[in-house]
């Protein structure tokens, strides 16, 4: 087999790969505190899937959204002590409330160099 062909057979781990979503992700685990303000949470390479969970045990609601140009309408909403699963590949999430609002993210992660990530944009996420 020439050198050329061999090359052409790399097989390796990118966004469109699907053996890289197919394993079970690396964990991930964050936690903090917003006061009305944004936390960027950047991942150190591609998400497979996020878990939010909103730990307030009030009345407090917080968003998550992939853009910070997001619309209001494209902002997801956790209510106080329930939490969302993200089935979805990012590099970067934002977590925003208008209260003091405590929350504990999870991420599966691929093998995939975050670099290798495109920006999200486009309907449902900025329009």
């Given at each position: 087999?020439?050198?050329?062909?061999?090359?052409?057979?790399?097989?390796?781990?990118?966004?469109?790969?699907?053996?890289?979503?197919?394993?079970s992700?690396?964990?991930?685990?964050?936690?903090?505190?917003?006061?009305?303000?944004?936390?960027?949470i950047?991942?150190?390479?591609?998400?497979?899937?996020?878990?939010?969970?909103?730990?307030?045990?009030?009345?407090?609601?917080?968003?998550?959204?992939?853009?910070?140009?997001?619309?209001?309408?494209?902002?997801?909403?956790?209510?106080a002590?329930?939490?969302?699963?993200?089935?979805?590949?990012?590099?970067?999430?934002?977590?925003?409330?208008?209260?003091?609002?405590?929350?504990?993210?999870?991420?599966?992660?691929?093998?995939?160099?975050?670099?290798?990530?495109?920006?999200?944009?486009?309907?449902?996420?900025?329009?």
């Open positions: 087999m020439a050198l050329k062909e061999q090359v052409a057979n790399v097989y390796g781990v990118g966004i469109n790969n699907v053996g890289s979503y197919q394993v992700g690396r964990p991930y685990c964050a936690t903090g505190s917003l006061s009305a303000d944004v936390d960027t950047t991942f150190p390479t591609v998400t497979k899937e996020i878990v939010v969970l909103n730990r307030d045990d009030g009345s407090d609601d917080m968003y998550v959204y992939f853009h910070t140009d997001s619309t209001d309408a494209n902002k997801y909403l956790i209510s002590g329930d939490q969302h699963t993200f089935p979805t590949k990012c590099k970067q999430v934002y977590l925003s409330s208008s209260a003091t609002v405590d929350y504990t993210l999870y991420a599966s992660l691929t093998q995939i160099p975050a670099a290798r990530m495109y920006a999200i944009t486009g309907s449902g996420v900025t329009e």
